[in-house]
């Protein structure tokens, strides 16, 4: 069964370091998402991408924050300086459709910021 | 997106049904519900969804009132592996639309 990749599933890094987490969604998808959370709190939506273009984010997703399909296949998201309260797991999902869709989420990114 | 309400813990018997129930009494005619499932630190998994009939799939039964003002998820024989928070979200269908994620319900299968 087909399912979203994510790499790496740890990310240790110093603040004000820049990180780039990667995804590779299920091959016929064509909408993208990046979600996060924090321990023990919610998942939060930060942006959805579709058609090479950003189509909603969320206020979280700042000036620091950056997403791009570099080629046909992976989707990333860049944290351009990073800071402590960024730590937190990195969820990527992806559709096939945008009406009646499913989200399908990946197995996310661990990314700790010391 | 209407706002749902969700009992924060349920526990279930191994084997038995569980019936998660979820409000959503402003939900609007065009309005989805959605559930999906987090087992511990993993990805969000999509459960079922509908918008005003009842809908089975392999894993699970959704159960929309007629006033479709709640509804229920029913997993029919509950295992440990089910053990989850589970989330139902009332969303409009469209491109690329944002799910937001409540706090949920912590079903706990006991064996």
């Known amino acids: 069964e087909p399912e979203v990749t994510q790499t790496p599933s740890h990310q240790v890094t110093q603040m004000g370091q820049e990180v780039i987490l990667r995804c590779v969604p299920i091959?016929?998808?064509?909408?993208f998402y990046w979600y996060r959370q924090i321990l023990g709190q919610k998942v939060e939506f930060l942006v959805s991408?579709?058609?090479?273009?950003?189509?909603?984010k969320s206020e979280i997703f700042d000036d620091q924050f950056s997403v791009e399909r570099p080629d046909g296949s992976n989707f990333t998201l860049k944290i351009r300086s990073t800071k402590l309260e960024d730590s937190a797991m990195y969820f990527c999902?992806?559709?096939?459709?945008?009406?009646?869709?499913?989200?399908?989420f990946g197995p996310g990114t661990r990314l700790t910021v010391t | 997106d209407a706002k749902t309400t969700q009992p924060p813990s349920m526990d279930c018997a191994e084997g038995r049904a569980a019936n998660l129930p979820c409000n959503h009494s402003?939900?609007?005619?065009?309005?989805?519900v959605y559930w999906y499932r987090q087992i511990h630190s993993q990805g969000p998994q999509y459960i079922i969804h509908?918008?005003?009939n009842n809908e089975t799939n392999e894993m699970a039964s959704l159960i929309i009132t007629e006033d479709r003002k709640s509804s229920t998820l029913i997993l029919p024989h509950a295992t440990l592996r089910d053990t989850a928070v589970y989330y139902c979200?009332?969303?409009?269908?469209?491109?690329?639309?944002?799910?937001?994620f409540g706090s949920g319900t912590q079903l706990t299968v006991l064996p």
């Open positions: 991408f579709y058609n090479n273009e950003i189509s909603e």
């Open positions: 979200i009332a969303t409009l269908s469209g491109s690329a639309r944002q799910l937001t």
């Open positions: 999902a992806s559709s096939e459709r945008g009406a009646s869709y499913e989200q399908y």
């Open positions: 402003t939900i609007s005619g065009n309005e989805y």
């Open positions: 509908g918008l005003k």
């Open positions: 091959s016929n998808h064509l909408y």
